[in-house]
């Protein structure tokens, strides 16, 4: 049996699992959308190519990112923040489609957030080896509002950890189509995924794209 295969028995049916108080994993919340989503993505990138940013300290980032949205997420040796503007091409962010905005609606109504509008969608692009540190997301104004994570592709290990960064971390496999909600008492969560495992995904080969909507404004 192929992976892929696997994963889509393994997310029959959306259910839902609580990871903490205010984060629950919905699963296979997106997957009746992914070819819709796959083409937005495709006209998104055309206009606002993936780039690996580099952080504050200097360093690389090994995960591509683009955006969508009234505001996008970016990071360069001044610091990290919100901007209309695409650094690489002067011009605003591509909008955001309003399936994307109904879909994080949705997920977050079905995590308790009812009325989620959000301004901002970060798209990251993990290939094998890629990672994301643990981190808090803490740039956005208003942080009663959730976050929103929607993963599409190869399989990742989702690192979910607690209000310390030095809190036990959980370990969840997100699959192709998988959303996870945190907000409220979760909010300022440590997070972020190991290394990508490499692989070969029916739609998207190897690789892993990744959306996460939030309210920067
Ligand atoms: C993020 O924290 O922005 C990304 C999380 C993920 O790729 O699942
Ligand atoms: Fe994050």
Known sequence: MTADLFDSLETT???REPLAPGAVLLRGFARSHETELLAAIETITAQAPFRRMITPGGHQMSVAMTNCGAFGWVTDRSGYRYDAVDPESGKTWPAMPSLFRQLAEQAA???????FAPDACLINRYEPGAKMSLHQDRDERDLDEPIVSVSLGLPATFLFGGLKRSDKTQRHRLVHGDVV??????????????????????RLGRRRINLTFRRAR
């Open 13 to 15: 049916g959306p259910s």
């Open 109 to 115: 109504g079905a995590a308790g957030f009812a009325g």
């Open 181 to 202: 909600v945190w907000g409220g008492p979760a909010r300022l969560a440590f997070h972020g995924v190991a290394p990508l495992a490499d692989g070969e995904h029916a």
